[in-house]
Structures are given as C-alpha cells and as structure tokens.
C-alpha cells in the first residue's frame, strides 16, 4: 500500500507532490504558514486542491484538473484517520464507546467494536479509564484515548497534525513513547515542529517552506545536515549560507566562514552551507585574533535563559554562554560583539 499526494492548493501557495512507502513515517517540517496542515486537509478529504491527485493503495482519493475528471472521495469513505492536536472526543460518550466509534462507523457490530475499543484503550496504556467521560481525563489521558479511537477505525492511512503541541510538556514523553510503539509497521504522514518527534517517531523527513519542499530524506541525516534555515533551527544548530570560494563559505554580506568541508569536496563557486551549534561559539566584545578561528561581527538581539545557560541571539545566529559569562561581558539587546567558532567546529556541505 502506497499513499501519494500531488495537489496545488493556490490560494494558500501550496505545490508539492511526495510519497509514503508501506510502513513508512514521513514527517512534515515547515515553518508555520508553509502549507504542513493544508495537505493533511486535502489529503483528509476536508479541502479540495485547484489540481492535482491523491491516491492510497491505488485508488484514487481526489483527481481535480485532469483531462476534465474530477474525483472526490468523502472523508468517511477514504479509510483516512486525522489526528489533530485538540483529542475531539465526543463529551456524552464514555472513553470506551469514544474509541468503539470508528469501527461502529465502519458497519463492524456493537460487541466487536467495544471489543476492539478496549485492545487499543490496553494499547495506549488507560485501559481502567474506559468508563469514564471526556471531561474526567487529563490532557494526556484524553489524547491517548484519542490515538485509540484513530487506531481503532483501522486506517490504512493516519495523519497526526501535531498530536502532542498542546499538552503538558510532563506528559508529552511518556506519550511519544506510546506513539512510537503503536505506530510501527503504520502508514503515516505526522506533521510536527519538534525535532525528537521527527528522530523518534518518522522513517523520513519533508522540509517544507512556503508551500514547495526544501528539504528531504533520512530523518537523522536531514536533521544532522540541514539544508534549510528552518531545519537547522528546529535541529538547534546556527547555519550560515555563501558560495564556496578560495577553500571557505562567502556570504552575500562579504563574511568570509572557514570549516570542514564534506568529502567531496564542492567546487569553486558552488552553494554551501557552514553549519555549527551554539555550543561552539565563544562570545567576545572584541576581535581576539588567532587562526583558524571564524570571528564574526554580530549585533546581540536578545538573550534568554536555555538549559541553565543564556542564550545570545542575534538576527540569525546564536551562542550558548554561562550566566557569569553574560555578566562579564555586559551583554543586552543592541550591544556588538564578535562570535568566535574554531573553524574544526563547523561542517561545510553543499546544498
């Protein structure tokens, strides 16, 4: 079974075209506005694209604008489950009829349903809390019982629009964990902004950005060498883009980044990205000098505390520093310093 999606959305600039092998977790990264949910609702079945086509196991869901045949499959009839971040239950049901409604959609008897409800209710891990109501469930509880009813319906498709954005950042661990196990073997598109989602939970990784794809493959790969600012944001590394010249990157500003390069190594003049984590970078409020250092002139835009350090950010780049550190060198938003990266620090590869 095989899902392949090629749809233009215009109105809300979206024109991308993947697919998703039997058992196979994509995951769909993209700043927001970049089109990540458009395509879990035309793949749902809840938005019609201006063209394009979406098929699952050979059958087609939607056909729009080719060759004058149009093909629209209700949500109900398209053996598609969406997950979205709010769990959706219904309030006057009990846990157990909440998930028992998927296969009772289906046609599959009463006994059978509650009999299925109560596997996936044991799956998930809140099996006791079959008797109670929606409202009586934690924000965890509720979206376990969520991922139930979905798993439930027996989808031969399931997409999860940020399934765990909204709960408690205690609780969402012990769920990736939950998901991570039922998930296996499952055909799914799972849109997410959050980087342990995308190792943890996908086979592989789709950067999107203003609705066409800038980024794919192995989740760990795309995370570890990203090809997008975005990328590198969510996999928390600075990336600087150039054309490679004279053994080093060159920005269109005139800065001048020396690193390792990847072997092969790229050829005069070809696009590169330098890429490093904040970790590696040494703030100073003056050029210190020495080779083979990168000191690059920046303007401090704020600071934050981050895992028991300060994070100094500029426009677009940034440093992880001791609080003391911060202190001595009198840092605050507008003040100019120079961020200092061992060259030996910082990756080079094309894009």
């Known amino acids: 079974m095989t899902f392949e999606y090629q749809a233009t959305v215009v109105d809300r600039g979206v024109d991308l075209a993947f697919d998703v092998a039997p058992g196979e977790t994509v995951a769909l990264l993209g700043p927001n506005g970049a089109g990540k949910s458009t395509v879990l609702a035309v793949t749902a079945g809840l938005l019609r694209p201006d ?19 149009d093909v629209h499959v209700a949500p109900h009839d398209r053996q598609v489950a969406l997950l979205a971040q709010e769990p959706l239950l219904f309030p006057h049901l009990s846990v157990l009829d909440n998930v028992a409604f998927g296969p009772r959609s289906r046609g ?5 349903s509650r009999t299925a409800a109560g596997h996936w209710l044991s799956e998930v891990g809140i099996e006791s809390l079959a008797g109670r109501r929606p409202g009586q469930l934690s924000g965890g509880q509720a979206q376990r019982a969520a991922v139930a009813r979905a798993l439930a319906a027996d989808p031969k498709l399931l997409l999860l629009d940020e399934p765990m954005a909204a709960l408690d950042v205690a609780v969402t661990p012990a769920l990736r964990q939950t998901l991570r196990r039922v998930l296996a073997d499952r055909t799914v598109v799972l849109v997410t902004h959050d980087a342990l989602d995308a190792l943890l939970l996908a086979d592989r990784v789709i950067v999107i950005d203003d609705g066409r794809i800038v980024d794919q493959g192995d989740s760990s790969e795309v995370l570890a060498r990203p090809r997008s600012r975005f990328t590198a944001q969510i ?19 005139g800065m001048r980044v020396s ?28 050029d210190p000098g020495g080779s083979p250092r990168n000191a690059l002139e920046v303007t401090i835009t704020h600071l934050e505390p981050y895992g028991g350090q300060i994070r100094v950010r500029t426009e677009e780049l940034s440093a992880d520093i001791t609080a003391q550190a911060a202190a001595e060198l009198n840092l605050a938003p507008g003040s100019r310093a120079f961020f200092v990266i061992k060259a030996a620090e910082i990756a080079v590869y094309g894009t």
């Open 108 to 112: 599959v008897g009463r006994s059978a």
């Open 259 to 286: 690193g390792q390069p990847s072997d092969p190594l790229p050829n005069e003049g070809d696009p590169v990205v330098a890429v490093f984590p904040p970790s590696a970078v040494s703030v100073f409020l003056d």
């Open 51 to 69: 063209a394009g086509r979406v098929t699952l196991d050979g059958r087609a869901l939607t056909l729009r604008g080719r060759g004058g045949r």
């Open 235 to 253: 996999a928390g590394l600075n990336m600087v883009t150039g054309t490679w010249r004279d053994h080093a990157v060159l920005t269109t500003t």
